[in-house]
Nanobody, 115 residues
Framework: QVQLVESGGGLVQAGGSLRLSCAAS????????MDWYRQAPGKQRELVAS???????NYADSVKGRFTISRDNAKNTIYLQMNTLKPEDTAGYYC?????????WGQGTQVSVSS
């Protein structure tokens, strides 16, 4: 059984920063690709950033240069450092991992950016 618990969301002004954390419990996590997704009201959930077990990263074009994903395998935790936040970054942010044969999701943490 895998559990993902996000934290670190909040309300911030445009141009500000937040750091999200996702604490994971369960087996096989250190070898898995882990991701951050987000979903704004009325929009589809979208992939924000991914990180492999070896630390290779991938980002959505909309956040490149502003967001940084990282992981601490010893703590089974991934992070999302978000800088230069924009109002369009407002969304629920969800931690995700796929471990065959299913996807696992956290409960989400809300990020709201005021203009």
């Amino acid at each position: 059984q895998v559990q993902l618990v996000e934290s670190g969301g909040g309300l911030v002004q445009a141009g500000g920063s937040l750091r999200l954390s996702c604490a994971a419990s369960g087996s096989r996590l250190s070898a898995a690709v882990m991701d951050w997704y987000r979903q704004a009201p009325g929009k589809q959930r979208e992939l924000v950033a991914s990180i492999t077990s070896g630390g290779s990263t991938n980002y959505a074009d909309s956040v490149k240069g502003r967001f940084t994903i990282s992981r601490d395998n010893a703590k089974n935790t991934i992070y999302l450092q978000m800088n230069t936040l924009k109002p369009e970054d407002t969304a629920g942010y969800y931690c995700h991992v796929y471990l065959w044969p299913r996807d696992y999701w956290g409960q989400g943490t809300q990020v709201s950016v005021s203009s």
